[in-house]
């Protein structure tokens, strides 16, 4: 999980650096056609079939996928590396709210359960979104408000994903197929994006950095696969879920070292209390779904 959040972390580099030669549209659809052939490769060699019964179960799934990564991407091209990471890994305080508010959608009165039972994951959605608040702060003042927002929404639109590849694995559909499904719905919604944008010019030495996108996020979601395969006990599937945070601290300091980002130490404090809020929630959400599987980037 450490190596996936690296990997995460090191395509969003690769992000970063072409954002300022492609559009976000752009880097999506190169992002999704060179993970489909990576992962059409990868099916193959498993034995993993391609086709599926779902197809729309798909469709929604790379739908919203592909708005979540469209967004960071946008976030990435806009802000410190290191803040649009933490606003992308808000899913899984998001996928707490979501909890929490359909829990008060359906309590009536005269039952034993409420939302407001769930004490501390009510606290740990506060918490987050306080940390949320500390890392945009200084954003004000930088007319970066505008790509906070747009990278706190990613994080929003990962947790209906998340929770969608939760249905998919349910109905027993490969990993493979749901990630080679979602790079197809990022190629077709990016050349789609690209129709209205237009396309930029290539120059090869910065084109180059369109190729570890796609290879990283098909090594990122294979790495941690495997992670999670690997967790047999409900105790290390909580620390491997924990652990994809690290993929901030890898974004944090690739900010320091590659891009020269200047971060404040409310920007920081913000940065902790959302790690330790999305692993807090992560805990939460484990003990109720211990078989959850990995959320997708």
């Not at 890898?250 to 020269?260: D, E, K, T």
Request: hydrophobic share 55%; aromatic share 12%; charged share 5%.
């Amino acid at each position: 999980m450490v190596l996936a959040a690296f990997v995460f972390a090191s395509m969003g580099v690769c992000v970063k650096f072409a954002s300022a030669h492609f559009n976000p549209a752009e880097l999506v659809f190169y992002r999704g056609l060179i993970g489909m052939a990576f992962l059409a490769t990868l099916a193959r060699a498993q034995g993993v079939s391609l086709k599926t019964r779902y197809p729309g179960m798909h469709a929604w799934r790379s739908t919203i996928g592909v708005a979540s990564l469209g967004a960071w991407f946008y976030a990435i091209a806009h802000l410190p590396l290191a803040t649009a990471m933490t606003l992308n890994y808000m899913s899984s305080i998001w996928i707490a709210a979501f909890l929490i508010g359909g829990a008060l959608l359906t309590w009536r009165p005269g039952q034993s359960q409420s939302a407001l039972q769930q004490g501390p994951l009510v606290l740990t959605v506060m918490a987050g979104f306080i940390g949320v608040v500390m890392v945009l702060r200084p954003s004000l003042d930088q007319n970066e408000m505008f790509a906070g927002l747009i990278g706190l929404l990613s994080g929003m639109a990962a947790a209906f994903a998340y929770m969608q590849v939760m249905a998919l694995s349910r109905m027993g559909e490969p990993e493979a197929r749901t990630v080679f499904y979602f790079a197809v719905g990022s190629a077709v919604a990016g050349g789609l994006g690209m129709l209205l944008t237009g396309a930029s010019a290539w120059h090869w030495p910065t084109a180059l950095w369109l190729l570890p996108i796609g290879v990283f996020a098909a090594l990122g979601q294979l790495f941690m696969t495997r992670a999670y395969a690997s967790a047999k006990t409900q105790g290390a599937m909580l620390t491997v879920a924990s652990l994809q945070y690290s993929g901030i601290v890898f974004g944090a300091v690739y900010s320091l070292l590659l891009f020269g980002d200047k971060i404040s130490s409310l920007g920081w404090l913000g940065m902790g209390l959302i790690m330790a809020s999305g692993i807090a929630a992560t805990v939460l959400r484990g003990q109720a779904a211990p078989n959850a599987p990995a959320e997708e980037h």
